[in-house]
């Protein structure tokens, strides 16, 4: 069974930092890129970051390139999210996204998210 957990979320002051996990186990964790989405009400769910297996290819939503930095650690099936300077703007759930293959096929699995709120 896949399963996604996301943790690190939580009210930050602009400017702030803030880092973000996600624990996974249910699939070959190191043969698949990973990807963190985030959801804003009344938005459409974006992309914000993504990483390929071996962690050697990061990439980022113009939104939030030279803020945010995408990381993994596949002894731990561990993929994090490292957030600076943040702004109102980067409020949102954020969750880590992965489409892989199991015994059942192939399909995109989510977590459940961790909220994100930026104010003063």
């Known amino acids: 069974q896949v399963q996604l957990v996301e943790s690190g979320g939580g009210l930050v002051q602009p400017g702030g930092s803030l880092r973000l996990s996600c624990e996974t186990s249910?699939?070959?964790?190191?043969?698949?890129?990973m990807y963190w989405y985030r959801q804003a009400p009344k938005k459409a769910r974006e992309m914000v970051a993504s990483?390929?297996?071996?962690?050697?290819?990061?990439g980022y939503a113009d939104s939030v390139r030279g803020r945010f930095l995408i990381s993994r650690d596949n002894a731990k099936s561990t993929v994090f999210l490292e957030m600076n300077n943040l702004n109102e703007d980067d409020t949102a759930r954020y969750l880590c996204?992965?489409?892989?293959?199991?015994?059942?096929?192939?399909?995109?699995?989510w977590g459940q998210g961790t909220q994100v709120t930026v104010s003063s």
């Open positions: 996204n992965v489409f892989a293959f199991t015994s059942s096929g192939g399909q995109d699995y």
């Open positions: 249910g699939f070959s964790f190191g043969s698949y890129a």
């Open positions: 990483i390929s297996r071996d962690g050697g290819r990061p």
